[in-house]
């Protein structure tokens, strides 16, 4: 390794390459001995970068830790790639919606019909692999780093998932790395028309001060905090919310310099206990692995080198439910069930794939005005799916066999405007139904917007 890249690599490329080559760990060139002991019994606070594949996370990552990571379109993280600091051990990742891995070879039958079912598996392991990935560095970090690009719904979504794997002892911070905007001009006006408009979040601006004494304070510095209304068990307390724009221009440059030096003041920097993480890495993915393997699997390094991670065994994911941006779903408290939601004639309907029956009286369903936003209409619905197997719906097969309670509730927290369907206010009561594993939810009308 050069002085450009990481302390140390686990290249997690895929699971299906668990049982053959396996999992290699580097170390930087020189240093293996310091790096592998620190690794064994780092005394460090744990800081995890998440988001997309190629929203910059390493390039914040450089800024953050003040190092020369290689980083661009063109340069991917390699699974777990490790940087140590003075109090803080990094763990940055490739991120969700990453390319698909093919061994040598596998690329010439890409035309093959054969090869299509082939593809199906090759796929399914990418997604366990980024899940396991995922919900490490999550469960790991005290300070948790999520880089977005601009907050579309799909980004929006991907947020609300980190935020419901979070504890109330973890620091959260989002990064909205809009690497397009070469002035201030552009970052108001995403400020305004698209982050403080947001439906689902809302936001309190506050200032960031100067950190230069020879500048005065540059009013145009933002952060913004999310309002939560609730402080469930699994919400961060606080998430603060931050904009950066192409550092190449000179009226953005400093005003990203302030802002990265006042997340580096805001981080809560506590010693952790030591901690081994390769072995916390191990024994993660051995404890969920009879969530996603047919098998339960064993992995384990090889204690001389402490250089490679490998299952001697079989390996065989399960058919698992995922969405759009690779999560799996069914896996967390919670299982997040994808919905819609339409007028129809004088019925308001809420349309929930549960692919499957609902535990008599388990659905709660609780809605009312937002405080707010009076545009806005808050729900929360509850359930547990009585089935647990596997239901085929379409050419899909949803497999629930999980032995852990969680896997077989759901929930929803979300905010909609009946306005925009033409809907002033619905009823308190309800008609529920489930038809074809969508659980329809029907309410009254009770006044159209004319």
């Not at 996370?57 to 790639?81: N, P, R």
């Not at 390094?301 to 058919?319: A, F, Q, R, S, V």
């Not at 535990?359 to 009585?386: A, C, T």
Request: with cysteine.
């Amino acid at each position: 390794m050069s002085d450009e890249e990481y302390d140390a690599i686990i290249d997690i490329n895929s699971i299906r390459f668990l049982n053959k080559e396996g999992w290699k760990i580097s170390y930087r060139q020189g240093k293996e001995e310091e790096i592998k002991d620190i690794l064994k019994k780092a005394k460090k606070v744990i800081v995890s970068i998440l988001g997309h594949s190629n929203r910059g996370k390493t390039y914040i990552l450089q800024k953050l830790g003040e190092s020369k990571l290689k980083s661009g379109f063109h340069v991917h993280t390699k699974g777990i790639s490790i940087r140590i600091a003075e109090d803080i051990l990094i763990l940055d990742t490739q991120g969700t919606n990453a390319p698909l891995l093919l061994e040598e070879g596998e690329e010439d039958k890409r035309n093959d019909p054969n090869f299509i079912k082939e593809l199906e598996h090759i796929n399914l392991c990418q997604i366990i692999t980024n899940y396991l990935i995922q919900t490490f560095i999550i469960k790991e970090a005290q300070i948790l780093i999520c880089v977005v690009g601009m907050l579309t719904s799909s980004e929006t979504i991907f947020l609300n998932k980190v935020k419901k794997n979070c504890r109330n002892n973890k620091q959260l911070f989002v990064i909205h790395n809009l690497i397009n905007f070469c002035s201030k001009r552009e970052i108001e006006n995403y400020k305004e028309n698209e982050l403080l408009k947001n439906i689902i979040i809302n936001f309190e601006e506050r200032d960031i001060p100067s950190f230069d004494e020879n500048k005065k304070q540059d009013l145009f510095n933002k952060y913004y905090i999310e309002k939560e209304e609730t402080n469930e068990e699994n919400n961060p307390s606080e998430v603060l919310h931050f904009i950066l724009g192409n550092d190449n221009y000179d009226e953005i440059k400093f005003y990203n310099e302030s802002t990265i030096n006042f997340i580096k003041s805001k981080m809560d920097i506590k010693i952790n206990e030591k901690i081994n993480i390769i072995e916390k890495l191990i024994e993660h993915i051995n404890n969920l692995s009879s969530s996603v393997f047919k098998k339960r699997i064993k992995m384990k390094t090889n204690e001389i080198n402490y250089d490679l991670i490998k299952h001697e065994g079989e390996i065989e994911p399960k058919d698992v439910i995922a969405d759009e941006l690779d999560n799996i779903i069914f896996i967390g408290n919670y299982y997040e069930p994808s919905y819609k939601y339409y007028k129809k004639g004088e019925k308001f309907i809420l349309a929930i794939e549960i692919c499957s029956k609902i535990k008599e009286g388990s659905l709660k369903v609780f809605h009312r005005p937002d405080k707010e936003n009076n545009e806005l209409e808050s729900f929360i619905i509850k359930g547990e799916r009585l089935v647990c197997g596997k239901e085929k719906k379409g050419n899909i097969i949803h497999n629930f066999a999980n032995k852990r309670l969680n896997a077989k509730k759901f929930k929803l927290d979300f905010k909609i405007n009946l306005q925009e369907k033409g809907v002033k206010s619905i009823s308190d009561p309800y008609e529920q139904s489930i038809k074809n594993g969508i659980l329809l939810l029907s309410f009254d009308i009770i006044d159209n917007n004319k």
